[in-house]
T-cell receptor, first 114, second 113 residues
Framework: DGGITQSPKYLFRKEGQNVTLSCEQNLNHDAMYWYRQDPGQGLRLIYYSQIVNDFQKGDIAEGYSVSREKKESFPLTVTSAQKNPTAFYLC?????????????FGSGTQLSVL | GQSLEQPSEVTAVEGAIVQINCTYQTSGFYGLSWYQQHDGGAPTFLSYNALDGLEETGRFSSFLSRSDSYGYLLLQELQMKDSASYFCAVRGPTSGGSYIPTFGRGTSLIVHP
């Protein structure tokens, strides 16, 4: 079955450490997204990518970095510059950037700070 | 930018009908989507409206009025498994010129027996 796989399900970060969240899709979608979800705050856009080797900042990109070297992969790195990283991180994809009325989401990664 | 308002919580009994409202403000509009999310799970797409009117998909319907910047999700014949959070999302322009979904804060629906 096609879908989006996020790993790990739970991740712990020590102070000053960078951590990378994995997102892989086998839907052959061009566009991929990263959202952050905090309790009571809905989903906020971190980064998005419409095509391989291209990505754009979203509303809350500070302290995060991404890469899009392959169509099926869009990893997110939470850097030490992100002072409040504890949140639920959701990766999503759509067929294309102009057809993103329907996003397909992964099951998320819960990141906590030790 | 975009902003969306939806109630934080709605309660209803099994078998009833419930409506979850969403009002939005955006400098450009390309449609309103609805998603369901169970605790700790992935949001799943429910419905999309680009034009005014009602879209029906089984027990769920979604309505849009572009002139009022308003939409709602209607859930009929409520079941216990419908207890979840429901998010509206509007496709509006980002600073980079792309149209990316912006989400509301979500409405927690609690269905009682």
């Amino acid at each position: 079955d096609g879908g989006i796989t996020q790993s790990p399900k739970y991740l712990f970060r020590k102070e000053g450490q960078n951590v990378t969240l994995s997102c892989e899709q086998n839907l052959n979608h061009d566009a991929m997204y990263w959202y952050r979800q905090d309790p009571g705050q809905g989903l906020r856009l971190i980064y998005y990518s419409q095509i391989v080797n291209d990505f754009q900042k979203g509303d809350i990109a500070e302290g995060y970095s991404v890469s899009r070297e392959k169509k099926e992969s869009f990893p997110l790195t939470v850097t030490s510059a992100q002072k409040n990283p504890t949140a639920f991180y959701l990766c999503a994809s759509s067929v294309g950037e102009t057809t993103n009325e329907k996003l397909f989401f992964g099951s998320g990664t819960q990141l906590s700070v030790l | 930018g975009q902003s969306l308002e939806q109630p934080s919580e709605v309660t209803a009994v099994e078998g009833a009908i419930v409506q979850i409202n969403c009002t939005y403000q955006t400098s450009g509009f390309y449609g309103l989507s609805w998603y369901q999310q169970h605790d700790g799970g992935a949001p799943t797409f429910l419905s999309y409206n680009a034009l005014d009117g009602l879209e029906e998909t089984g027990r769920f319907s979604s309505f849009l009025s572009r002139s009022d910047s308003y939409g709602y999700l209607l859930l009929q014949e409520l079941q216990m498994k419908d207890s979840a959070s429901y998010f509206c999302a509007v496709r509006g322009p980002t600073s980079g010129g792309s149209y990316i979904p912006t989400f509301g804060r979500g409405t927690s629906l609690i269905v009682h027996p």
